[in-house]
């Protein structure tokens, strides 16, 4: 593995040009609208990369973008790999690894997100303060490789407390509503029934969505700085009233995509480096 997460970085350096890349995003589904804001000097399909996984969902589209946003270098996933496409944990998070790999210090990831707290409504966006792992599956299973991170990684203040703050400030300031929560990251691909979502609601999270889980543990074990933020697609607070389908949840992701945008430029904008 290291040496996989070596020769992908190793291919993926010669485009940086020695240049410092502190912020690196993953855009959600339905949710790639950002990449237009961004000044682009690079688009890397990821079948160019090696061992890079292909992405094969409907609304993903499988780039790596490096350019300018909110004044910095970043690099943006345009399309992430999901546990219920088949990939494996390790293939799913493959691309945080690299990211590191790169020296980039920053993970910034976005989702779309079924809303279970009772007050969120379809197009709100959530800042992640903390999430559940409902996965059957653990990236970090296996034998520890030390040279990525410690046997027994923390997960307290997963989700940087620092730019939770500077988040909400913004928000603020921008006046975009925000709500803050814990986000249940479970395998998918079927929505939840109205039980589950009872059940998600019961043992205290906010939101609920197919990723993110996977790829904020091993950039935590890492070592990266983490924010993270969904986009409230749909409501499940009435269960009579539940029914989620994937074209409204794109449609709702894409109505909410300025103000996520938005955020996360000014978010970059302010960032010291
Ligand atoms: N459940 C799981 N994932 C989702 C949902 C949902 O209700 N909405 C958007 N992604």
């Known amino acids: 593995m290291l040496q996989k997460i070596n020769d992908s970085a190793a291919y993926l350096s010669r485009f940086l040009d020695g240049e410092k890349?502190?912020?690196?995003?993953?855009?959600?589904?339905?949710?790639?609208?950002?990449?237009?804001?961004?000044?682009?000097?690079?688009?890397?399909?990821?079948?160019?990369?090696?061992?890079f996984p292909v992405s094969t969902v409907q609304g993903h589209k499988g780039n790596l973008l490096l350019g300018r946003f909110g004044g910095k270098n970043v690099v943006a996933m345009q399309g992430r790999f999901h546990f219920y496409e088949g990939y494996s944990m390790q293939e799913v998070t493959f691309p945080v690894r690299v990211l590191h790999a790169l020296g980039i210090p920053r993970l910034f990831v976005s989702n779309a997100a079924g809303g279970v707290h009772p007050e969120y409504q379809a197009g709100d966006l959530m800042i992640i303060h903390d999430h559940i792992n409902l996965f059957p599956e653990h990236p970090l299973r296996g034998p520890n490789i030390e040279e990525l991170g410690p046997r027994f990684p923390g997960m307290t203040d997963a989700y940087?407390?620092?730019?939770?703050?500077?988040?909400?400030?913004?928000?603020?300031?921008?006046?975009?509503?925000?709500?803050?929560?814990?986000?249940?990251?479970?395998?998918?691909?079927?929505?939840?029934?109205?039980?589950?979502?009872?059940?998600?609601?019961?043992?205290?999270?906010?939101?609920?969505?197919?990723?993110?889980?996977?790829?904020?543990?091993?950039?935590?074990?890492?070592?990266?700085?983490?924010?993270?933020?969904?986009?409230?697609?749909?409501?499940?607070?009435?269960?009579?009233?539940?029914?989620?389908?994937?074209?409204?949840?794109?449609?709702?992701?894409?109505?909410?995509?300025?103000?996520?945008?938005?955020?996360?430029?000014?978010?970059?904008?302010?960032?010291?480096?």
């Open 21 to 51: 890349y502190a912020t690196a995003i993953i855009l959600g589904t339905g949710l790639g609208e950002l990449g237009k804001s961004i000044e682009i000097k690079q688009v890397i399909p990821y079948a160019a990369i090696p061992h």
């Open 160 to 273: 940087s407390p620092q730019l939770i703050r500077l988040a909400e400030e913004i928000g603020r300031e921008l006046g975009i509503r925000l709500q803050k929560g814990v986000y249940a990251g479970l395998q998918g691909p079927s929505f939840e029934t109205p039980a589950e979502y009872g059940w998600i609601r019961a043992i205290g999270g906010d939101a609920v969505g197919m990723s993110t889980v996977p790829e904020i543990i091993v950039a935590r074990h890492a070592g990266m700085e983490c924010f993270g933020l969904s986009v409230i697609t749909n409501s499940t607070a009435a269960p009579e009233e539940i029914k989620t389908d994937h074209t409204e949840v794109q449609k709702v992701g894409r109505t909410a995509q300025p103000q996520m945008t938005a955020l996360f430029r000014e978010l970059i904008a302010r960032m010291k480096e």
